[in-house]
């Protein structure tokens, strides 16, 4: 500003003398403003409708209140902004005499709000500035910024699972034996204490869910959780998530409920079925039949994969017709079968009937599933039975045994008829 003078002598004279008389008016003002203060603007933030501690889900509602201060002058074109709310801070109340100048009696009231979700972080902050201008020969800017936290109560939870070996949030394979393990670690992403927590897993067998008593999880810190189920019988894929909360006892805040990512397990079942029928030729197969001992049974067994994965090793036997495994080290699909026959003569069997208790195995998944069927046949054996009867000369009486001496004649035989025969 001194510097000011002397540029004005370089003027003409109408022109130097304006210069010099608002060069007086700056030092006037400056000699003023150094007693009074420069003019200013400065912003504070309240919270008008929620605690010092909100949860995710929660509504936080601030009052930003606008003063001028300093030499007691105006400002115009005031505006005002915030970091922090979900919309621009909406004019409230303060403008007393409607000229829309923030005059130095006057505060300023702006309403703003935010709803706390799980990218915030914490504590929840809002950053407020306020600006505004002010003539003096040239319009000048003014500012002012003001900040306030909010303590923030938050937890997330993260899911793990395996069969062996280390924790994956992958998928993974089971066997229907297996057990299938779960961690959950629950992380305290809000900024104050979380005295006491709540973690539940409805898929987990009851009574698996360790540890069960609270602790003290600082902000920032972890505590891990297992629980575990048993894979038998369960539909494919097993989907499985779990949900947490912890409560802050100071505020009496819990943290809004969040569930965990979930994890898939594809739990395979291995299953085989044997069927084994029989026939008197190579066709008509049926599961019992009837058969001379003159005759060859002709046997023919079907081993099925019925499960939903590859079996290995499969092993297939009829002992009585075969005293080897029918195949061994088989492989068979889902779904996929095999038919084997062998055959057996009946010449040398001596009871009425007999099965061949066939039976197979395999491997799938590391679980050996194996079956049983058995055909059975019953042996014919044909018989012939005859008797007779015999009445003395002159008489006709079969019914007995005559008494005959040396020298009658027998002239009569009766056949009594046939028993036990059979023929087919």
């Known amino acids: 500003m ?97 000229d829309s100048v923030l005059d130095t009696n006057e505060t300023w009231a702006y309403t703003c709000s935010h709803v706390v979700t799980t990218g915030d972080a914490a504590p929840v ?127 009496g805040v819990t943290a809004a409920s969040v569930t965990s990512n979930s994890v898939n397990a594809y739990v395979t079942h291995p299953a085989i079925s044997l069927s084994s029928t029989v026939s008197r030729t190579t066709s008509g197969y049926a599961a019992t039949t009837t058969a001379h001992t003159t005759d060859t049974a002709h046997f023919q067994v079907i081993v099925t994969n019925t499960g939903d994965t590859t079996l290995t090793g499969i092993s297939v036997n009829d002992p009585f017709c075969s005293a080897t495994a029918l195949v061994s080290g088989l492989t068979l699909t889902a779904g996929d079968s095999r038919t084997y026959t062998c055959s057996k003569s009946l010449s040398a069997v001596a009871t009425a009937t007999v099965s061949d208790n066939a039976s197979a195995s395999g491997t799938g998944g590391g679980t050996t599933v194996s079956a049983t069927s058995s055909s059975s046949i019953t042996i014919l054996k044909p018989a012939l039975a005859l008797a007779m009867s015999a009445a003395t000369h002159g008489s006709s009486d079969y019914s007995g045994t005559p008494t005959v001496h040396v020298g009658d004649t027998v002239d009569s035989f009766q056949h009594s008829g046939i028993r036990s025969l059979e023929f087919t």
């Open 125 to 251: 902050h809002i950053s407020a500035s306020a600006s505004g201008y002010y003539w003096f020969f040239f319009w000048f800017q003014v500012s002012g910024t003001a900040g306030l936290d909010t303590d923030l109560a938050r937890v997330s939870l993260d899911k793990k699972q395996k069969v062996a070996g280390s924790y994956t949030a992958s998928d993974i394979t089971a066997n229907d034996s297996d057990t299938i393990s779960y961690q959950l670690v629950l992380t305290n992403t809000g900024n104050i204490t979380l005295n006491t927590q709540s973690v539940t897993d409805a898929g987990c067998d009851a009574g698996t869910l360790s540890p069960t008593s609270n602790a003290t999880v600082a902000a920032g810190s972890t505590r891990t959780y297992t629980c575990t189920r048993a894979a038998h019988g369960l539909s494919s894929p097993v989907v499985n998530s779990a949900s947490a909360s912890g409560t802050n006892t100071a505020s």
């Open 2 to 98: 001194p510097r000011t003078a002397p540029a004005c002598r370089r003027l003409p004279i109408r022109l130097a003398l304006v210069c010099l008389t608002v060069v007086a008016a700056m030092l006037t003002w400056t000699s003023a403003a150094s007693a009074t203060g420069s003019p200013d603007i400065s912003v504070s933030v309240v919270r008008t409708s929620s605690a010092s501690t909100v949860k995710v889900g929660s509504t936080i509602t601030y009052r930003l209140n606008v003063v001028t201060s300093g030499n007691e002058t105006d400002l115009s074109s005031v505006d005002v902004s915030a970091t922090g709310c979900d919309s621009t801070p909406a004019f409230s109340s303060g403008d007393s005499d409607h």
